[in-house]
């Protein structure tokens, strides 16, 4: 018995059957005596529909109306849960952002969540009703409907839960949890049964794409146990445990290594020749920024040249050709003499686990398995938690799958 | 130059481009120097749409959570309505029921404008911004969003017009104005270039359904001039006139009769030899009413029996199989002796106009023109300036289009 969030995403909540589905899973919470709010996202499709509108207006167009519109998304669902909940008997009340309300900064589109006010919510909690919260959304200082970017719902979740103090935190999403490794590639990934934020954060970023970061940062500082499950089974997050995204102090049994994941949305650049003199990064990544180019692994090594350094990063494959066209562009007015190589084929393989702080030789590990394959490795970067290696495309599969074998993550087989 | 309210409704903002072409209607009158404030209904259809999700949960559902769902849809054509305008170089912002706030009763599904806050408004059309509003709702005392029941943007239009003392209320609709009779039927029918309230209010009733019983109502209550036109056309309101609609003292040239309308959905229901005894109608009409049944035209007659009566009444075409229902249960219990007719194969042809108050002999000039074609009258109902008949239904198209000329309502013939 206790107070739990549960919060269900777009595809959740796609159709009424959906929408019906969702009101069992939380009927089956109250049932087994527990408080709950729910925090509901558009139906799926609904926001894309209602961003098509607006780009078919403009293509540059005022965030405070776009908010305004791709809000009322969440609005339907709410209100469609609330009475999907009713009809089971289950008092249910849908809040909208500005109800709440949840208090936002004012940059519309991307809005951050200020504090979200908990005397609405705690009355209807205690008069017995399920709480049911349009996510996504909030209301800025002035008055105005704002919204808090793409996958915001999972962070208006985590901070309605921070704000409740509520035992648990469930993510109902089109998986049951997060796996040691991507299951397509790697057929005995397991699922992980908890996790740290620290190592959600690493999986996240490098392409587990299964909750927004945002939301595990927030659940991190505000140390809201996260629960990740499908909400396509039948049973509840409180019946079938997903993966638990948690302190690490509460993490009693920890991995080594929790999990290998892979990206292949990457392309190398690499600068030859480039005068080793104060400055000079900042001439390229400077522009690279104001072009809104991400870049993400970047070493520097001595060149045979003393005078001379060689500099290779990665961007996102889409992001090549702009990246290429603005260090032509700096090439002409400040690296004479500088030679510019690229390649698309290129895939980052990474390994992720809080033990590594504990253990030496995690990464030569790595190293070595890599090399035992014949798998070169072409950019290495490593964080406390992590370590990234940038390899040749055609050898992702067989990298992912040696590695999960390498550090005792395969599943045990049925005999 | 002055404060104009537009609004616009479901068709007119039906898809991207005609929200486009809306926009374009606002240029015309900013570009005349007018201060606009817009009040929008949902694409069309949206509407429709939210309200089968509801229905598909519980054929009975909860108006509050019906309220904030199908509120959704105002909020996005007024969010869409204020891009397109931003985009023409039109300060504008979208401003939703809660947010003027328009305050409603918390008759959810049907509520009341109680008043419409004109701070925000004012503030926003004193910037120089074209106010958009999102018709059709409202706020409750408790922070609910309300609705205010089918066509209520028309009702929202006409109360921000008299907050504002705006000094027009356009109401941009699918029809350029309103006409002396149905074009269809009669193909030399006009346009009426005014009209005072209380004879709007006597077209719509009888089926000329242009603008909401409500809005004219409100209209004449606050003396808002409501213009009625088109939105399919290029020009502005104040380029080419619709129909006025105002107050009967400002139109100055008083047609006898304005216009001549009909109505298919009737059906008349007769009790013969009913016992002429005090009680007897409230025996009948006080289980019709909680039936939910509406009763239209009621004549009594002496009946050659001097202790007996008959009563003849009409009610709409669908509820006639349940009117009979419930009088068969009264005749059972109160009415022995007493016989029902019906018959579903009935007109009401009516005709209207403010000048009938001054003129003598307009009535028995219906009677005589109707008796002319041979055709037989079975109800008479009048008002003060309004006279009813029930014919025959094949008789619809020669009674109206006699009548039509008969009061000089024709339109000259091009030569």
């Known amino acids: 018995m206790g107070l739990l969030v549960l919060k269900f995403g777009g ?3 796609a159709t009424v059957p959906a929408i019906e589905n969702v009101a069992s899973k939380v009927a089956q919470e109250i049932a087994a005596g527990h408080k709950v709010a729910v925090v509901v996202s558009a139906m799926a499709g609904v926001t894309n ?5 607006c780009s078919a207006i403009s293509q540059i167009f005022d965030a405070k109306e776009y908010d305004a519109i791709v809000a009322s998304g969440e609005q339907v669902t709410s209100g469609l849960l609330a009475l999907a909940l009713q009809k089971r008997g289950i008092p249910a009340r849908s809040w909208l952002g500005w109800q709440v309300p949840i208090v936002t900064s004012d940059v519309h589109g991307k809005a951050r969540i200020k504090a979200v006010e908990t005397d609405t919510l705690r009355a209807s909690l205690e008069r ?3 709480a049911v919260i349009a996510g996504f959304q909030g209301l800025a200082p002035g008055g105005r409907i704002t919204t808090l970017g793409r996958g915001g719902s999972d962070t208006s979740a985590v901070a309605v839960a921070a704000a409740l103090k509520a035992d ?9 949890g997060v796996y040691t490794s991507d299951p ?3 057929s005995r990934a397991k699922k992980i049964p908890k996790i740290s934020y620290e190592e959600m954060l690493e999986m996240a970023s490098v392409g587990a794409k299964v909750l927004q970061t945002r939301s595990v940062e927030l659940a991190m500082k505000e140390k809201v146990p996260v629960q990740v499950l499908s909400s ?4 509840s997050g409180s019946e079938i445990p997903g993966t638990m995204v948690m302190d690490e102090d509460r993490i009693v049994e920890q991995e080594v290594v929790s999990g290998v994941t892979h990206s292949r949305d990457e392309a190398k650049v690499s600068l030859r020749s480039l005068p080793d003199v104060p400055g000079v990064a900042a001439k390229i990544f400077g522009p690279l920024a104001e072009a809104a180019i991400n870049v993400d692994m970047i070493v520097q090594n001595v060149s045979p040249d003393k005078a001379r350094t060689d500099l290779t990063f990665t961007v996102s494959r889409a992001d090549l050709p702009k990246t290429l066209e603005v260090l032509k562009a700096v090439q002409q007015t400040d ?6 190589d690229s390649s698309a084929d290129v895939s980052k393989i990474s390994i992720i686990g809080i ?12 190293f070595q398995v890599l090399a035992e394959k014949g798998i070169n490795i072409q950019v290495i970067t490593t964080s406390e938690i992590k370590v990234s290696v940038l390899i040749g495309e055609e050898y992702t599969e067989l990298a992912v799958r040696s590695l999960h074998t390498a550090y005792g993550l395969d599943q045990a087989q049925a005999s």
């Open 355 to 366: 033990g590594m702080r504990s253990y030496v030789g995690v990464a030569s590990k790595m």
């Open 11 to 13: 595809t959740s909540v």
């Open 168 to 176: 648990r935190c469930d993510i109902y999403t089109d998986v049951d």
């Open 128 to 130: 017995g009703e399920v």
């Open 232 to 235: 396509f089974e039948s049973a």
């Open 335 to 340: 690296l004479a003499g500088t030679t510019i």
């Open 184 to 186: 397509r590639i790697v």
């Open 49 to 53: 529909q209602l961003v098509s509108y």
